[in-house]
């Protein structure tokens, strides 16, 4: 589960880092404001890859999937971009779990070395 969720979750750290770039052109927005945002999506990204399988990672990924669909209120693309990452996290985690019990049944089953 763990590399799945982390190549998901370096994946959106790229694309946050994108959507910076593009709310940089909202006259509305500082660019203050706009990368210490970024920043911090992008550091919480990275550091959920440490985390992942922890108790509380994968709640915490949710809570990222949800504010990076939200951040289509200032960048609307990222009202696609976030639902496609949300499925992107859910079949990471998802099939992260089912490749995780299939790997502990086999080593279960081998015979002790």
């Given at each position: 589960m763990r590399t799945l969720c982390a190549s998901t979750l370096i994946g959106e750290f790229f694309v946050i880092g994108f959507a910076g770039l593009v709310a940089m052109k909202d006259p509305d927005l500082s660019m203050t404001t706009v990368w210490?945002?970024?920043?911090?999506?992008?550091?919480?990204?990275v550091l959920l890859c440490g985390v992942i399988t922890r108790p509380g990672g994968v709640a915490m990924g949710w809570?990222?999937?949800l504010a990076l669909i939200a951040s289509?209120?200032?960048?609307?693309?990222?009202?696609?971009?976030g639902l496609v990452?949300?499925?992107l996290w859910w079949a990471s985690v998802h099939y992260g779990r089912v490749i995780d019990a299939?790997?502990?049944?086999r080593e279960a089953?081998?015979?002790?070395?």
């Open positions: 210490t945002v970024c920043g911090i999506g992008m550091l919480v990204s809570v990222l999937q289509g209120f200032v960048v609307p693309m990222m009202f696609g971009l990452f949300a499925a299939a790997k502990a049944a089953a081998a015979p002790a070395a």
